[in-house]
């Protein structure tokens, strides 16, 4: 399994900007895309974006389009989630994660996990 490991969570204002980012322990070739997910508290791990390692194909939910952007630097193992106009109900715990398969918004598709970033946006 691949170690992934998630940084840059925290406390935002509604409107404002972060940036997640998620390094990978093992070589890029390994995995086919990589993934963020979401979770609030009382709901449903959901798809947020994720990007294939080669070609940089890029996927995202609907809730997201336009304001957030998934992005991934190959030398340095690493997939970036530059999320612009944020609102309150993007607050979540961010995962990211690897997967070898096609599959890229099914959760059940990717085999290893970050151990995930508070993101909170305050109203």
């Known amino acids: 399994q691949v170690q992934l490991v998630e940084s840059g969570g925290g406390l935002v204002q509604a409107g404002g900007s972060l940036r997640l980012s998620c390094t990978a322990s093992?070589?890029?070739?390994?995995?086919?895309?990589m993934g963020w997910f979401r979770q609030a508290p009382g709901k449903e791990r959901e798809f947020v974006a994720a990007?294939?390692?080669?070609?940089?194909?890029?996927y995202y939910a609907d809730s997201v389009k336009g304001r957030f952007t998934i992005s991934r630097d190959i030398a340095e193992n690493t997939v970036y989630l530059q999320m612009n106009s944020l609102k309150p109900e993007d607050t979540a715990v961010y995962y990211c994660?690897?997967?070898?398969?096609?599959?890229?918004?099914?959760?059940?598709?990717?085999?290893?996990w970050g151990q995930g970033t508070q993101v909170t946006v305050s109203s």
């Open positions: 994660a690897a997967t070898r398969l096609y599959a890229v918004v099914l959760p059940a598709s990717y085999d290893s």
């Open positions: 990007i294939t390692w080669r070609g940089g194909r890029t």
């Open positions: 093992e070589r890029t070739f390994s995995s086919y895309a």
